[in-house]
Every structure is written in C-alpha cells, then in structure tokens.
C-alpha cells in the first residue's frame, strides 16, 4: 500500500502538463508580460448633452514594455466585460484620455489592459481595476 | 593416411565401444532393478493393487483435465479484459468487482484528462496573462486527478492478474475434489474384486 501510494505522489508531482503557449512567461524568460494599468478614472457625459459619452484616463506605462491598451467595458463591475477599443502606445506625457461614445444614459464600467507585440502574437497584460462612469440623459 | 593405420584405429574405436558397453552392463543391478519391496510391495497383491490405483488415477486426470483451465490462458483473458480469468473460473462477484472498479477507474480517468485537454486548449490559444494563468490552473489539475486513476486503474489491473492465477487455481483444485467425489460416489463402481454398486 505504501509503495502505491508512493507511486501515486511521484507520478502525479513528476508528470506536470508543459507550459507550451509561446506567449507564456513562465516558459520562456525572453517573454515579460505588460504590467497592470492604473489611475484609470472615467467621467460620463453631463445632462443634455446630444452626443453622450465617457471620458477614460490612466497613466501611460513604460514605453519600452507596453505597445498599446486594450479598453473593455461592462454594465456591472462583476460582469463580463467586452473589449470595445484599442489604443497605440503614447510616447508623450503621462497620461493617455480617451472618449468612448455611448447611445443610451446609465453606469458603465471600464477596464483598461496593456499589451506588447511579440514575434508569435500579442500578449496581453491584466487588466485594471474597474472605474464607473455615470452617464446623464 | 594408409590404409593399415585405418584399420587399426577402426579396430581400436570397435574395441573401446565393446568395452564400454560390457562394462556398463555389468554395473547395471538387474536385482535391485526388479525388487518389488522398494516400492512397498510385500505381496503379489499390493502390486496389482498398486497397478489398479494408477489406473483409476489416470483416467481421473482425464476427467479432471476435460474440466480444469489453463491459467496462461485465463492471465491472457484477464490481461486483455481485467475480470474475464475470473469470469472463466466461475468466480463470478469477483469478475464483476474487478470488471467495475477498472471500467470506473479509466472512465473517471478519462472524464478528467478531457476536460483537462479542454482547459489546455484554451491555455495554448490565449493571449492574456491572467486567462493564461487561470486555463493552466484549470487544466493542471484534472490532469493530476486523472493521473492519480490511471495509477489506481493500472494498480487494479495488476491485482486482477494477481488474482486470476490463484482463483484458477482454486477452481482447479476443486475441480479435483469434485471429480474425485463423482468417480467415488458414482452408484455403480469396477474394482478388482467385482461389481459394486450403491443404493
């Protein structure tokens, strides 16, 4: 019983499913993700206001590991969140803004996610904290 | 080489030949060869006694082999479906646990190693970091749970071959048993001294 149990415990520690995505950092040490977004903050559009819209910004991550950002929106901050934008990199500044329009008033809630451009595709970073943005009819 | 010293090594061949021939016929003890008392016969009886046992015994053997199961051929049945030697041997429960726990154990091997090959897929296709880390998460370990069966599966699968060369040769034995109470307890029974028969 014992050697069975001891059987067990090095096949199951010994054979590990192999970490095979080329875009996996754990695998391959050439490969570094982009790092989280923060300081994202959005602001909806006032009362009356024909075009209605979000205005979204955060802070502009190191050029040399992010090539652009990812914005993804939702209607609740646990929701599923769809990716609705997606924004070249900023050399300039230290904050990137960016108007997303919307038809209809309410809460919305956005996250931001950095990405970098590899040989073997686009590896994308985690994503933000949720920001609401209220918008009024 | 001429034809004298062929001729004389010939003769001497012939020679050696006849003298180990004789002198081995002369060791042989003829006496001994055909004393019954080394084999606990004092009387011409016990001879003829001896003589109807044998009998009786080989054509029990014929019976007993009509009836008994080979246990290579019954560790090949089992090898190849786990339970089948058992099956064979009459040791009907025993087939069945057997023939359960394993088809149970490669089943849930199998249930996880699929969804485990789903979530790798996912793994292998994603581009961002946190569903990569959540996939490998979510793939990893159904893959060890269907591991840890496939080692009970195989564990079970040894044990059953283990298990069918003694269950065989249980029901061998008593196969024996049975044929040697059919012969003894048959009504109407040939010996020596006559006609026997039983009411």
């Known amino acids: 019983m014992l050697i069975v149990t001891l059987l067990i415990i090095i096949l199951t520690v010994s054979c590990e499913l192999k970490r095979s995505n080329p875009l996996d950092p754990s695998s391959h040490p050439e490969i570094e993700a982009p790092p989280r977004v923060t300081g994202l903050t959005a602001v909806g559009s006032g009362p009356g206001v024909a075009s209605k819209y979000v205005q979204l910004e955060w802070a502009i991550n190191n050029i040399n590991q992010t090539d652009g950002y990812y914005i993804y929106m939702g209607l609740a901050y646990n929701s599923a969140y769809a990716r609705i934008d997606e924004v070249g990199n900023v050399s300039t500044g230290s904050t990137i803004t960016r108007v997303i329009p919307i038809e209809a008033p309410g809460f919305y809630y956005f996250k931001v996610s950095a990405y970098k451009n590899y040989p073997d595709g686009r590896l994308e970073g985690p994503l933000s904290e949720w920001a609401i943005a209220r918008v009024d009819n | ?85 058992q099956f064979n041997a009459r040791s009907y429960t025993k087939g069945q646990v057997i023939l359960a726990v394993e088809i149970a154990m490669l089943g849930s091997a199998y249930f996880f190693y699929d969804r485990a090959m789903d979530n790798y897929e996912k793994y292998q296709n994603s581009t961002q970091i946190d569903d990569m880390n959540a996939y490998y998460q979510d793939a990893l370990v159904p893959y060890q749970y269907s591991l840890v069966f496939m080692t009970f599966a195989t564990v079970v699968w040894a044990y059953n071959i283990f298990d069918v060369v003694q269950t065989t040769e249980r029901y061998n034995a008593e196969v024996w048993q049975k044929t040697l109470r059919n012969y003894y307890n048959a009504p109407v029974q040939i010996t020596p001294t006559g006609i026997q028969i039983r009411f």
């Open chain 2, 1 to 85: 080489m001429s034809n004298s010293l062929l001729q004389k090594v010939l003769l001497c061949l012939i020679f050696i030949l006849i003298w180990v021939t004789a002198s081995a016929q002369g060791s042989f003890d003829i006496d001994a060869f055909t004393d019954p008392a080394k084999y606990g016969w004092t009387q011409w009886e016990d001879r003829i006694n001896y003589r109807y046992d044998l009998t009786e015994r080989q054509k029990l053997l014929q019976l007993y082999e009509m009836e008994a199961q080979s246990i290579s051929g019954n560790i090949l049945k089992s090898a190849v479906f786990p339970g089948w030697g």
